[in-house]
Nanobody
Framework: QLQLVESGGGLVQPGGSLRLSCAAS????????IAWYRQAPGQEREGVSC????????TYADSVKGRFTISRHSAKTTVYLQMNNLKPADTAVYHC?????????????????WGQGIRVTVSS
């Protein structure tokens, strides 16, 4: 059973930056596609970004393109979501999710494992 732990959330002013981390204990994530999803109060769950396992190709929601960057740590135990120029609309609980697959992110709609989530609040 893969256990994922998110960290790096918090309160930030509009225009600020945060880096979220998604870590797994004792397991490398290089064989997993990793996605970040978010859900704001009263809103539907939204896919934010994804990184494939084999090619490390990435996808982004239109709402975050040019501001967010997903990447893997060289030790392959952590996936990051660098969030720049944050907006109040980015306020949500963010979850990282994983699926053991070689399929690229564009072919994935469901994931097998997810973390508890971490809150990001963008407010002045």
């Amino acid at each position: 059973q893969l256990q994922l732990v998110e960290s790096g959330g918090g309160l930030v002013q509009p225009g600020g930056s945060l880096r979220l981390s998604c870590a797994a204990s004792g397991v490398t994530l290089d064989r997993y596609a990793i996605a970040w999803y978010r859900q704001a109060p009263g809103q539907e769950r939204e896919g934010v970004s994804c990184i494939s396992s084999t090619t490390s190709s990435t996808t982004y929601a239109d709402s975050v393109k040019g501001r967010f960057t997903i990447s893997r740590h060289s030790a392959k135990t952590t996936v990051y979501l660098q969030m720049n120029n944050l907006k109040p609309a980015d306020t949500a609980v963010y979850h990282c999710e994983a699926r053991h697959t070689s399929f690229p992110c564009r072919n994935l709609s469901e994931f097998e494992y997810w973390g508890q989530g971490i809150r990001v609040t963008v407010s002045s």
